[in-house]
């Protein structure tokens, strides 16, 4: 088996807010059989690693990363059985809503336009427009930290708003299984569009970003209180609060990753002093090297 290792690479190409710096290792398995293996490499040389998909969340300050990132969007099967759709973890969730709509399946309409991967969006619990994955979510299997294969329900996931366990207990999804309700494939899909025309109406998709900075404060949109404190198109060198909606940092092209670290921390640390809301990053930020 020929392992796709690169080694001192930039991470910057691989993430979608196309910045960051280099990581030690950068690896891309072509199946779950090479991921294994890497995994176990890395447990083996005791190398510090990190599972992604497409980095559509992820951000990595400028000292980049001092282990392996393994990038799973190669690993990208998908199989549907009746009302089961199943894919892995690489499979984009764009790729997983056009699947259900062909087999006239609704449920996972509001995750299509989510630039991210089945592992990262079930990790995230990723939703849109009133879903989640939770909603339709039916099993997955992982890898234990021991690399044991394990079978996790919807209750042993522990789903809530933007999180799973598997932010807590270091498992690493291989696949995961969804159950959809049987509906009328060209209704399914006319709604996944008029979805995505509500994405480009409002997000600014022309910018690399990671969607979203932060997670919904209770009561409110983070993108209102960013606007109500004059930070729309605040801009710290390349990284931008977004003129089109100031729930999105944006990068207006060559920014540094650790000035878009810079300013999600101003965003945050002045709205909390103008309208006492404290702003918690959706953003997974990797700042130590
Ligand atoms: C333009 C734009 C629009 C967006 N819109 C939305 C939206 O509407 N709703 C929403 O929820 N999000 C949205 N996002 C954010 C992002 O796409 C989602 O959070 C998505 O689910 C992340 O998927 P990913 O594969 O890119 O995850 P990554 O960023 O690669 O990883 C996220 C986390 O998941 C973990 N992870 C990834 N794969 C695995 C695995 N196989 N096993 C274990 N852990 C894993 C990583 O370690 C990391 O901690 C948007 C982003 C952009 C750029």
Redo the contacts with the bound molecule.
């Keep these: 088996m020929k392992l796709s290792i690169k080694e001192n690479a930039s991470l910057a190409p691989f993430c979608?807010m196309k910045a960051g710096g280099n990581a030690k290792y950068i690896c891309t398995p072509g199946s779950i059989r090479e991921l294994k293996c890497l995994l176990s490499l890395m447990k083996e040389k005791n190398e510090r690693f990190?599972?992604?998909?497409?980095?559509?969340?992820?951000l990595f300050s400028d000292e980049g990363f001092d282990g392996a990132v393994i990038f799973?969007s190669k690993i990208n099967g998908i199989i549907s059985e009746g009302r089961t759709i199943t894919a892995e973890?690489?499979a984009p969730?764009n790729a997983l809503s056009l699947q259900a709509a062909k087999n006239s399946l609704g449920g996972l309409e509001f995750a299509y336009?989510?630039?991210?991967?089945v592992?990262?969006?079930v990790?995230?619990n990723?939703?849109?427009f009133g879903g989640e994955l939770c909603d339709c979510f039916h099993t997955a299997l992982?890898f234990t930290p021991d690399l044991e294969e394990a079978t996790l329900t919807k209750e042993e996931m522990r789903f809530s708003y933007?999180k799973s366990i598997?932010?807590e207990n270091g498992?690493?999804?291989?696949n995961a299984s969804f159950l959809l309700d049987e509906g009328d494939g060209k209704a399914v899909k006319s709604k996944m569009d008029a979805f995505m025309s509500m994405?480009r109406e409002k997000?600014p998709?022309e910018y690399p970003?990671?969607?979203?900075t932060f997670k919904r404060p209770k009561g409110n949109f983070a993108g209102h209180l960013i606007e109500q404190c004059d930070l729309k198109g605040y801009s710290i060198g390349g990284a931008s609060v977004s003129e089109k909606h100031a729930g999105?940092i944006i990068n207006k092209g060559g920014a540094a990753a650790n000035d878009i670290i810079k300013l999600i921390d101003f965003v945050s640390d002045t709205v909390f002093e103008k309208t006492g809301v404290k702003l918690e990053p959706?953003i997974?930020i990797v700042r130590q090297r």
């Design positions: 979608s990190m599972v992604l998909g497409n980095a559509s969340n992820t799973t973890c690489g969730l336009g989510i630039p991210g991967t592992g990262g969006g990790f995230m990723a939703g849109a992982c933007r598997l932010s498992y690493i999804l291989v994405r997000q998709l970003s990671c969607g979203s999105f959706e997974k």
